[in-house]
């Protein structure tokens, strides 16, 4: 019923990647209505046609300055990296998707907060990570247990974690760091126009 939807998803949002599993039953639920993983996990997935942040320059000035427009320029080649899947109250959540990383592991995930820098996201996926993120912000004061908490919920919800440990989640480790990416390509943008 949703797989026209999921290859859509698919191919705007992660260059036509496979979804991940988790990724796949968390979208359906929210085209179905549900919201437990939405509550659970404090996002909200991107509907179809809603630009990548980096792309979303809309409400520029048609007069911007011009390290500005570097600026934008090096955003959107970022933007081809960077499979952006859903918002939280803190920014952006996805994938990071170099193609100088392993292809024999999970991409790590990363979130994108609102002032435009990145923040690594334990788990080997999309719900561990939501989780781990989720958990320091709960009504539980130790984190571990919060995790634990949420991992029991996801679970019962038809979508177990590969862990139920806080210290056994996955630290990513980048090939190529986005943020270093990111500035070589500003300068590389601010040298091309003439910027100092």
């Known amino acids: 019923m949703f797989e026209e939807r999921l290859v859509e998803f698919s191919r705007e949002r992660l260059g036509g990647r496979p979804l ?5 039953m968390m979208l359906v639920a929210q085209w179905q209505g549900r919201t437990e993983f939405r509550d659970l996990l404090g996002i909200t997935f991107l509907e179809a046609g809603k630009p990548h942040p980096f792309l979303d320059t809309g409400h520029r000035d048609a007069d911007a300055d011009p390290e ?10 970022m933007s081809g990296h960077l499979g952006i899947v859903a918002q939280s109250d803190k920014g952006w959540i996805g994938y990071w998707l170099h193609p100088d990383e392993p292809a024999d592991r999970p991409p790590p995930l990363i979130q994108l907060d609102t002032e ?3 923040w690594s996201m334990v788990g080997s996926t999309l719900a561990e990570a939501c989780a781990a993120d ?3 912000y709960h009504d539980e004061p130790d984190e571990r247990v ?5 991992a029991d919920r996801l679970a019962e919800l038809g979508l177990p974690l590969g862990t139920r440990d806080y210290d056994a989640l996955r630290d990513p480790e980048y090939a190529v760091n986005p943020e270093v990416l990111t500035d070589e390509l500003i300068k590389a943008e601010c040298e091309k126009r003439g910027l100092a």
Do not use: H, M, N, V
């Open 146 to 150: 919060a995790f634990t908490l949420l």
């Open 116 to 118: 435009g820098s990145y």
């Open 134 to 136: 989720r958990a320091r």
């Open 20 to 24: 991940p599993d988790d990724l796949r």
């Open 68 to 77: 500005t427009r570097a600026i934008d320029a090096a955003l959107a080649e």
